[in-house]
């Protein structure tokens, strides 16, 4: 008897203990419970890719940076744009009249040096673009990226062209002109201008070469740009750090 009783007490003993470990384990529960929640509502809501809104803005902010530089590099080296049929910049349509008549006067070679320096004009504008893209990317919002991140194939670009493009072309002005002087576009042009405009009762023509330039290269730009966004999203080869990975890799099976 005097063993059983000494049993008995020895279990309640243990009983009790279990009990209030468990209770210490559920009260960690509970308080793990609204720390996740905190975190939650801090970094956004989590789907079931377990992406964050803010996993979202900075694959997006990823993407852009790596496009960015891909495109900004591909524009900027040697016949980037000359020999790319994409984004070539020919001869100012608003002068085409210039160039009508410098061909029948024998001086194809003048005006092929004259493209030749535009677009060379534009690829040297383009080796300062990848700075002027990133200062705007790092503006992005989680807003802006939950918004785009499922959108069409150009959406990160496209976003990135309506909130810059002013700022972009502000920012080029300089930077196109400098490299017009650079490269003697002037050079090449005067000969040809100064060719239609002794023909008697025309009107001269003196497009705006700076403009010119800094329009289409910001254009060719983003077409470059555009095409990065479209392997990032498609090509898992083109996703070149860990977030973009993470970001663009739950969507491959949806």
Do not use: C
């Amino acid at each position: 008897m005097k063993t059983l009783k000494i049993t008995i007490t020895i279990l309640a003993i243990a009983f009790r203990s279990q009990g209030q470990f468990n209770l210490g384990n559920a009260t960690q529960d509970v308080n793990n419970l609204k720390n996740n929640s905190t975190v939650q509502k801090l970094t956004g809501n989590k789907g079931s890719s377990g992406l964050s809104d803010q996993d979202i803005a900075n694959g997006l902010k990823d993407a852009l940076r790596v496009g960015s530089n891909n495109a900004g590099s591909s524009a900027s080296k040697t016949d980037g744009f000359y020999k790319n049929q994409l984004i070539t910049i020919p001869f100012p349509p608003d002068a085409q009249k210039v160039e009508n008549t410098a061909n029948d006067l024998g001086m194809q070679q003048q005006v092929n040096d004259f493209v030749v320096s535009l677009n060379r004009a534009a690829e040297k504008a383009a080796q300062k673009a990848a700075p002027i893209f990133i200062n705007a990317i790092m503006s992005m919002t989680i807003q802006d990226g939950m918004s785009i991140l499922k959108g069409n194939n150009d959406a990160a670009t496209q976003y990135l062209k309506s909130k810059t493009s002013q700022q972009l072309h502000d920012a080029f002005i300089p930077i196109v002109k400098h490299a017009i002087d650079s490269v003697q576009v002037t050079k090449y042009w005067t000969p040809l201008a100064n060719a239609y405009n002794s023909i008697p009762l025309v009107t001269p023509v003196n497009p705006d070469l700076n403009e010119y330039v800094i329009q289409k290269g910001l254009s060719g730009l983003f077409i470059l740009l555009a095409q990065e966004e479209l392997k990032i999203r498609q090509n898992p080869a083109a996703r070149v750090t860990d977030i973009l990975k993470k970001v663009f890799g739950s969507l491959d099976n949806k």
